[in-house]
């Protein structure tokens, strides 16, 4: 497809641009295939805007007659009349920023606005801004992203008394969602462990996400098992699990379902490990919201923070009535109680709910943040978002195909991965010396889910991404963040790694609304951030001195 077929009107003279908080200037506005360019045609301004087309999530337009005086000032002091017809587009962008364009002459602006549409929505993952992107260092490196199931093996000695490196998967055709090569018990045969898969939904039979090198327990995560309303068993996965928890008395599994929903999965073929076949097992619902209704949570979360009533009452009924807050403390409540049973209760567990992609690796990431000082460096943390959520399977291109805006609703989206680092930026707030990356990472990593120059975050699933080729023609993301030129921005000045577990509050004083993210675009939210760059130098510069 040649993206000029659907660019009816490459660029206007004369658009005023729009932003809250913001004076309007007046510019000339371009788009192309991939971005909307917008540059100020004042000579003592130098106001710019490039925004990729894919971070749009939805336009509003209108078009009028008009007859009369612009916000701007002729050099006499007067308004400038305006005559003729005029268009406004608004765009709404996933990282909830909101801009105005108001553009002369309806045909102009009725034909940006279909551009905008079509581009911001392409399919075809190949066609895509990262498979064109060339940074000044252009050079791709020979290994694609941060770590495999393969070097994570070779790095943990300990694994190799009781796990090993099975390439069950090498042609994904065992689970396409896992990838070529996973971490299972050494007592289990490859037979087995494909019988196994044919017993959980989509092939995710339990492998290995984390090892406690304090007492040796693990955590496994899967999906749901089939056992349907007749409780099929399967003999290689009660085998599996059993080779898991080999010399300890038992094991806990984490269901993200409630105990309801468990039993209703049974009657659409899914189900739950019955107390019978696997004895020493004890089974934990923790009934995790997911799907519609997390994504509907968002989208009222952003209507709070979009109101400009001023009115506070309103504001904190809002606030309550979306209950995002109440599926951060779900959240990190489920990781706590993952952590605590491998930590201070020595047993290894198994996480899963429905596939398995979501909930899962959502509470097995904040578990592992809370017990392992090596996933709260920068690199480390990076690291395990790699481990967990792309080699994991979280399938990005559905889940984060629209954000709060869009009317076009598709079943598959939900924000599993912006409650992570939500989260997360909790755990930072609470332990500010314990995490060794910044607020400024959290952000950026919202922002490139849903829209990027990088292939990190497309496709879902390591097949899917070999497929199109996205390690052989995209650039890293992860790899980018830690260059030597982006690595100070992205760290924590007052990291000081600590052994402890970082065990978070969840009582709901403890829990706070990210203003950083839901109210970025805001001049409080701008002001803040200008203050709190400052005391970053401030600090930087001062442990330099130390140093010297």
Not at 234 to 260: F, M, N
Not at 372 to 377: L, Q, V, Y
Not at 389 to 404: D, K, M, V, Y
């Amino acid at each position: 497809m040649e993206f000029s077929e659907h660019i009816r009107t490459a660029n206007v003279e004369d658009v005023v641009l729009r932003e809250r908080q913001r004076p309007p200037s007046r510019g000339t506005l371009c788009i192309t295939g991939h971005h909307l360019l917008f540059s100020d045609r004042e000579e003592d301004s130098s106001r710019q805007l490039l925004l990729l087309l894919r971070n749009i999530d939805a336009i509003e337009k209108s078009v009028e007659n008009l007859l009369g005086y612009s916000g701007f000032l002729s050099k006499a002091g007067h308004g400038e009349r305006m005559t003729g017809s005029s268009g406004t587009i608004t765009v709404k962008c996933k990282d909830m920023r909101v801009i105005q364009f108001d553009i002369p002459g309806m045909e102009q602006c009725l034909n940006i606005a279909h551009s905008i549409e079509i581009l911001s929505c392409l399919d075809d993952v190949s066609e895509m801004y990262p498979f064109f992107y060339k940074p000044t260092d252009s050079n791709l490196p020979k290994q694609w992203g941060l770590a495999t199931p393969e070097t994570h093996y070779s790095k943990n000695k300990d694994l190799h008394k009781k796990w090993r490196l099975s390439s069950v998967n090498r042609d994904y055709s065992v689970c396409p969602s896992y990838p070529p090569a996973v971490i299972v018990p050494s007592t289990i045969g490859d037979d087995v462990l494909k019988k196994a898969a044919k017993f959980r939904q989509g092939g995710r039979f339990p492998v290995l996400c984390y090892y406690h090198r304090k007492n040796g327990m693990v955590i496994v995560r899967s999906s749901q098992p089939l056992t349907g309303a007749n409780r099929k068993r399967c003999s290689e996965d009660e085998l599996l699990l059993q080779a898991v928890i080999e010399g300890s008395d038992k094991g806990y599994i984490i269901d993200t379902r409630s105990s309801q929903q468990a039993q209703q999965a049974r009657m659409t073929g899914g189900g739950f490990e019955s107390k019978s076949c696997y004895e020493r097992w004890k089974r934990l619902h923790r009934h995790m919201e997911r799907g519609k209704v997390l994504q509907e949570s968002l989208i009222k979360l952003v209507e709070a923070c979009s109101d400009e009533s001023h009115n506070m009452d309103r504001w904190l009924s809002k606030l309550e009535n979306s209950k995002w807050l109440s599926h951060v403390q779900t959240a990190l409540s489920t990781a706590g109680l993952l952590a605590e049973c491998v930590e201070r209760d020595g047993h290894s567990a198994l996480v899963h709910g429905y596939e398995g992609t979501d909930c899962s690796l959502l509470i097995s990431t904040l578990a592992q943040l809370i017990m392992d000082p090596s996933c709260r460096s920068l690199e480390g943390f990076l690291a395990l978002l790699e481990r967990e959520w792309l080699q994991g399977g979280h399938p990005f291109q559905q889940r984060c195909a629209h954000s709060a805006f869009s009317h076009a609703r598709l079943q598959q989206e939900s924000p599993v991965f912006l409650l992570l680092l939500d989260c997360v930026w909790q755990l930072w707030r609470q332990f500010p010396l314990a995490l060794g990356f910044s607020e400024v990472l959290l952000l950026r990593l919202a922002a490139e889910a849903y829209a990027s120059d990088y292939g990190s975050f497309l496709c879902n699933n390591d097949q899917e991404r070999c497929t199109v080729g996205v390690k052989d023609k995209t650039h890293c993301l992860f790899q980018n963040l830690l260059k030597p030129t982006e690595r100070d921005y992205y760290s924590n000045p007052l990291y000081e790694p600590t052994e402890l577990a970082i065990w978070p509050s969840v009582h709901p004083q403890s829990l706070q609304l990210w203003k950083g993210f839901f109210l970025r675009w805001t001049e409080q939210a701008r002001h803040l951030e200008e203050i709190q760059e400052e005391i970053r130098n401030m600090v930087i510069k001062w442990g330099k001195l130390t140093l010297s």
